[in-house]
């Protein structure tokens, strides 16, 4: 199963998820990620983090849309509404999800308030990320009604929640 991680910029969020999800996923699923606008280039602190966390960097990139190397079975985006954004919407046979958390790459103040900011969009993809991987997979591939349902119910989940 591919899953595409997608907001506009493809610099923070998506790429935090992105890692994080190949990090811990199963044998046979995948993500991957990209922005609708991409701002061409990884936030560097979306790096360090990664590495702070014992997460592989090596490969990611900004990237568009345009070019998937494959077809995903799920789309999850992570842009947050009620920041203001607009999320794009991905066209094609797929299940989606809005799995909304606010963007740290507009935080503002001191290094320790920006650093809390990606701390906490990370920690909250990754609860989520978890919650997903935690469930009966191998089954929920073949329901796609439930598997619907469970990335709902998913993306309502704060940082912790299970």
């Not at 990139?61 to 190397?69: E, G, Q």
Request: aromatic letters at 6%; glycine letters at 8%.
């Amino acid at each position: 199963m591919n899953v595409l991680f997608l907001c506009t910029g493809n610099s923070c969020r998506s790429i935090l998820a992105e890692a994080t999800f190949n990090h811990l996923a199963p044998a046979g699923w995948h993500a991957m990620s990209t922005g609708s606008h991409p701002t061409g280039l990884v936030h560097p602190r979306s790096l360090a983090l990664l590495a702070r966390e014992g997460i592989a960097t090596t490969g990611y990139h900004s990237k568009s849309w345009d070019n998937l190397p494959v077809t995903p079975d799920i789309v999850i985006t992570v842009c947050a509404n009620a920041a203001g954004e607009t999320c794009p919407a991905y066209l094609g046979p797929v299940l989606r999800a809005h799995w909304g958390v606010d963007d740290p790459a507009h935080a503002s103040g001191g290094d320790t308030e920006i650093d809390a900011a990606f701390t906490l969009a990370y920690r909250v993809l990754r609860a989520r990320i978890e919650a997903l991987l935690a469930l009966p997979l191998d089954t929920l591939r073949h329901d796609r009604a439930r598997l619907q349902a469970e990335l709902d119910r998913i993306g309502t989940l704060e940082n912790g929640e299970s």
